[in-house]
């Protein structure tokens, strides 16, 4: 695993952006189509990813994570497009609080989209293994273990599982089990199919030192790398950051509990208190729009104060 | 002037990372017993030789969730707010490495003698 350096960090923050970031994936910038609803072709359509929802956290950096969990839910259903489905990729519950994993389903209930597809953070997973998790999720995975795949208008999604093996490695970590499947799974396809990836913990190698990268991250991305385009989400850094390698691009997704410090710019991640006017413009939700014919998809994160 | 401080800061952190508490029993003749606080992100001191029977409570002062996990498998705490403690009474002697099981790069030792 390579490390990443103060320059190459930097090159990092080069993609980060607040707000509503408008992202040109592999040069194209295709995100005005989603204000223009009205022209959507049949095969066009759209999905939502939210993230890092910690349901249970009480602390300083937001006094109310339900509630700000409920503002994010009320922007998807005033969305002009609805959604076709929303990601939610993991750290659904602060630690596993009693009672979390019940009132993320209820208030996930309230969502206007035909399903919500999970995967866990390391939240959801490191008191119990994922007993409690996959009880809960597992079902329509592979082999009841949370990682799966599924088609949606010739898009081809794929959830990752990277915070089982967590302890071990001190990064996020799949597994040879799953990335012989993930291998498997990409295999049958075409080049030409789009690609989504949805993970928690960033893939790529972010920032290591905070345990912000995959340590078998590479070998997946490896599998990736032949198709014409890749967009990988995750969350765990409870800020919006991109990066572009290839055709694949990579974005890390806002939070609707807290926001983290940048990378280094801390003694460590975790909650970071803002003033109260500041927090809702560093939560947020994405929208990613597909549109038929062209294949990089449009990204757009949004914030709850905008 | 900055290299200064940086220098100044490394030694106080050197300080910080190794203690070890004298054997002798306390006073009133009870178990000894020793302190970890869980702060930025670490464990301080980050290593810690202590009498065995010691008792070790340790505090998370993090906004963060943290647990105080054996990697062995001897001990393994909840995931503790701030201003919670896990405690735990080493009786044998030996080399006991444990981590924060939500941020694993948190790690460190602690020698029973």
Request: proline share 7%; charged share 20%.
């Given at each position: 695993m390579a490390d990443i350096d103060r320059r190459g960090f930097l090159e990092c923050m080069a993609w980060v952006g607040t707000g509503i970031v408008w992202t040109a994936a592999g040069g194209v910038l295709?995100?005005?189509t989603l204000a223009h609803?009205?022209?959507?072709?049949?095969?066009d359509f759209s999905f939502v990813q939210i993230s890092?929802?910690?349901?249970g956290f009480k602390g300083e950096a937001n006094p109310d994570a339900t509630a700000t969990l409920r503002e994010a839910i009320a922007k998807i259903n005033a969305l002009p497009t609805p959604p076709a489905f929303v990601l939610h990729t993991g750290d659904l519950t602060h630690g596993q609080k009693p009672g979390a994993f019940d009132s993320v389903a209820e208030i996930l209930?309230?969502?206007?989209?035909?399903r919500v597809f999970y995967i866990p953070g390391e939240h959801d997973v490191?008191?119990?293994?994922g007993k409690e998790y996959l009880g809960r999720y597992?079902?329509?995975?592979v082999d009841g273990r949370g990682w799966q795949s599924f088609d949606y208008r010739g898009v081809h999604f794929v959830g990752l599982v990277?915070?089982?093996?967590?302890?071990?490695?001190g990064l996020g970590g799949l597994g040879e089990e799953q990335l012989e499947w993930l291998e498997k799974d990409v295999q049958?396809?075409?080049?030409s199919a789009p690609l989504v990836v949805f993970t928690h913990v960033?893939?790529?190698?972010?920032?290591?030192?905070?345990?912000?990268?995959?340590?078998?991250g590479e070998r997946a991305i490896g599998y990736l790398k032949r198709f014409g385009s890749v967009t990988v989400l995750n969350g765990h850094i409870h800020q919006a950051m991109q990066k572009v390698e290839g055709t694949v691009t990579f974005h890390a997704a806002m939070s609707t509990a807290f926001p983290q410090p940048a990378p280094?710019?801390?003694?460590g991640p975790g909650p970071m208190k803002v003033p109260e006017d500041r927090l809702r413009g560093l939560l947020g939700l994405r929208e990613v729009g597909f549109v038929e014919g062209r294949s990089p998809l449009a990204v757009v994160d949004r914030t709850l104060a905008s | 002037m900055r290299k200064r401080i940086r220098a100044a800061a490394a030694c106080a952190a050197l300080l910080v990372l190794s203690t070890t508490l004298p054997a002798a029993r306390t006073s009133d003749g009870a178990a000894p017993e020793a302190q970890i606080g869980i702060e930025h992100f670490a464990f301080r001191p980050e290593t810690l030789t202590v009498p065995a029977g010691t008792r070790i409570t340790w505090v998370n002062r993090d906004e963060e969730l943290h647990t105080v996990t054996s990697s062995a498998g001897a001990f393994a705490s909840a995931?503790?707010?701030?201003g919670e403690t896990f405690a735990y009474t080493f009786a044998a002697p030996g080399a006991y490495a444990y981590f924060c099981?939500?941020?694993?790069?948190m790690k460190s030792t602690i020698t029973v003698k």
């Open positions: 295709s995100s005005r609803a009205g022209e959507a072709s049949a095969g890092d929802t910690h349901v209930k309230s969502v206007r989209a035909e490191f008191l119990d293994g597992g079902a329509g995975t990277n915070v089982l093996s967590y302890k071990a490695s049958r396809l075409p080049s960033p893939l790529w190698a972010l920032y290591p030192k905070w345990g912000w990268a995959t340590a078998d280094g710019t801390a003694p | 995931g503790l707010e701030k099981a939500l941020h694993p790069y």
